[in-house]
């Protein structure tokens, strides 16, 4: 019985770990997409297509977020076979790039389609057991001292970066 709870807990830990690292990272990704996508969807072209998508029913737009994928998929493959011929800045490069646009693309449908995509039960459902997932484990992380010190010191450090650019002006 012991192995087992010494296994539950570090599993658990190494859950938080990796969740802690996710959040760094999806904090900053998820308002710079916001930012991005906003500024690009100012084009006209794009405004019309966004314009075009809120016309749309929730089903309708359920089936647009296939598309992201299947567009992703190809790149990802031909980055690995970039990647596995030697070509590995290459490789690497249309990987992440694929990732990336694909996921402002998402995100930003996702931000347009929210509203009516949350009309469809199962999705609903699932977008609140999700919320609700996110939040324990978001909540679990920031109990955690290294987190709770790695914000302070991150704040302390855009704290001295904001003087250093004001005595340079």
Do not use: H
């Amino acid at each position: 019985m012991r192995k087992q709870n010494l296994f539950k807990r570090a599993s658990r830990l190494v859950v938080i770990i990796l969740a802690a690292i996710w959040m760094l990272i999806e904090d900053w990704v998820w308002d710079s997409i916001v930012a991005l996508t906003g500024v690009i969807g100012r084009l006209k072209i794009i405004n019309r297509f966004e314009t075009f998508l809120a016309k749309q029913n929730q089903y309708l737009l359920l089936t647009f977020f296939t598309f992201p994928f299947l567009i992703m998929i190809p790149a990802k493959i031909y980055g690995l076979y970039l990647i596995s011929s030697g070509k590995v800045i290459r490789g690497v490069t249309i990987f992440v790039m694929a990732k990336g646009l694909i996921t402002a693309l998402v995100t930003r449908l996702f931000i347009l389609s929210k509203d009516k995509l949350l009309q469809i039960q199962a999705f609903a459902a699932f977008y609140c057991w999700f919320k609700d997932k996110k939040e324990w484990l978001y909540s679990e992380v920031r109990k955690l001292p290294a987190w709770q010190m790695a914000r302070e010191w991150i704040a302390q450090l855009k704290k001295k970066l904001r003087s250093l650019r004001r005595k340079e002006q």
